[in-house]
């Protein structure tokens, strides 16, 4: 059996086509928050309207980095949106990075990271050299879906929501609450 560190960050991933991934995550920076963790959310394709935004900023030790240039879609977005969305989420991430080097983090959660990648809205070349160096005690959560190989290859927890029904098939539109 090999001798490990409990102190060793590791790096989680919950993606798939399931509703649950910013769940999951959320109720992680709940737990660590409860244990006196320094915490921080960066959110990518997402306002910083939904309802756990709120509650999250009111817990002692964590921090939220979310908005958007705009409430479209990424597939929807004129090429000057895609653009400042991309400057602004590289901001996001070079804020995350630089809190985490200077210690100031137990856990990152980076929510719809992989999202952003496939849409062309983060640049995987840095979150992939940030992952590869972060520091040895930083636990980083990553969601979305169709996470690269290369970023699962850096993984040591992979978790895939699978969706089996969900009421948008029967048109129900996302709930307030609920989905968001």
Do not use: W
């Not at 920076?29 to 009111?58: D, N, T, Y």
């Not at 990271?113 to 040895?136: N, V």
């Not at 690269?148 to 029967?170: F, G, N, Q, T, V």
């Amino acid at each position: 059996m090999q001798e490990t560190d409990s102190k060793q960050g590791l790096i989680h991933i919950y993606c798939g086509d399931g509703k649950g991934k910013t769940t999951a995550a959320i109720g992680l920076i709940v737990r660590a928050a409860g244990h006196g963790r320094r915490v921080m959310l960066v959110q990518f394709l997402k306002s910083g309207l939904s309802g756990e935004i709120i509650p999250l900023k009111q817990l002692d030790g964590v921090r939220v980095i979310a908005g958007q240039i705009t409430a479209k879609f990424s597939n929807q977005m004129n090429e000057q949106e895609r653009a400042e969305t991309l400057q602004l989420h590289q901001q996001h991430l070079q804020q995350a990075v630089a809190a985490a080097v200077a210690g100031e983090l137990d856990l990152l959660v980076m929510d719809e990271a992989m999202g952003a990648i496939t849409a062309g809205l983060l640049s995987k070349d840095d979150l992939l050299e940030f992952l590869r160096h972060k520091p040895k005690n930083l636990e980083v959560v990553l969601t979305g879906r169709n996470p690269s190989d290369d970023i699962m290859e850096l993984a040591d927890y992979i978790s895939e929501m699978k969706c089996l029904r969900h009421p948008y098939e029967r048109g129900f539109p996302p709930r307030e609450g609920v989905e968001y």
